[in-house]
């Protein structure tokens, strides 16, 4: 699929590339630090992270903190992210499949079916987190497979719209998200039988936050991948850093996670 590269190097907390629709956002170039042998990238995109964090301060005179602050954090968790991913090469090439599922056969349904004469329209309409919720959704699905798994892909689809429903996003045909989920699920369901459904659904959390524009705009990447990601893949400091900008409700689940750490 021809993008723009800086949409896979993307460090700004948006996304409205309608050559690629999102779906290559930020992770290839995640992943791509994470291969790299040479820590020297990661040590530098960690500086970028926590110079980012350093230069912004907690809003005076105001509630809560400040978008820049928030965004900083995120930023925080996703190296962390990738540099456990460095010592976990099995890992990276399952988010390599499930990116490439998504990049490959899921956007080549939606244009032959959505795309109509004006597919980068369509693709530009899943910009707004859209596979990321796919993402977290497809995560939360395989939990529940062992009970049903003739039912995850109405599971996912309902929790998609529901998501962006809740989180007031742009809403999108349940058609279109009823395709999307189910070109992903049958290659990913044949994957669990490889993998194993824990595994699995760290690939997809992982690569659901590595994708996702701006975690800290995204309360389903919050709560279904940073959440259960916390425990193994991020350093104190992130955690701390999110514990700032985050409502103490969230907090209390995520030390809840932690077993109170």
């Known amino acids: 699929m021809a993008h723009p590269v800086s949409c896979e190097r993307a460090k700004r907390h948006q996304c ?42 907690p809003p005076r005179g ?49 244009d032959k079916r959505f795309g109509g ?27 529940k497979l062992s009970q049903a798994m003739d039912q995850v892909p109405d599971h996912v689809t309902a929790a998609i719209i529901k998501s962006r429903k809740v989180e007031g996003r742009s809403s999108l045909l349940r058609a279109l998200v009823a395709l999307a989920v189910r070109t992903a699920w049958e290659p990913i369901k044949s994957m669990i039988h490889i993998s194993g459904v824990e595994d699995l659904q760290r690939t997809c959390r992982i690569l659901a936050v590595l994708i996702c524009p701006a975690p800290e705009n995204h309360a389903a990447v919050q709560n279904g991948a940073l959440l259960p990601l916390a425990k193994e893949g991020l350093l104190e400091i992130s955690k701390e850093r999110l514990e700032q900008v985050f409502p103490a409700d969230w907090v209390r689940r995520l030390r809840d996670d932690l077993g109170g750490a």
């Open 62 to 110: 105001r509630r809560g903190p400040s978008k820049p602050r928030q965004a900083a954090a995120t930023d925080s968790a996703t190296m962390d992210l990738i540099d456990w991913l460095s010592e976990n090469p099995r890992t990276i090439e399952q988010i390599q499949e499930v990116g490439d599922l998504l990049t490959g056969p899921v956007i080549a349904e939606l």
């Open 16 to 57: 409205r590339c309608s050559d690629c629709g999102g779906a290559q956002h930020g992770w290839p170039y995640g992943i791509t630090l994470a291969r790299d042998p040479s820590p020297t990238g990661r040590q530098e995109a960690r500086e970028r992270s926590d110079s980012a964090w350093a230069a912004t301060q």
């Open 117 to 143: 004469s004006k597919p980068r329209e369509t693709r530009r309409s899943l910009t707004n987190h859209f596979w990321c919720d796919l993402l977290v959704a497809l995560a939360e699905g395989i939990e």
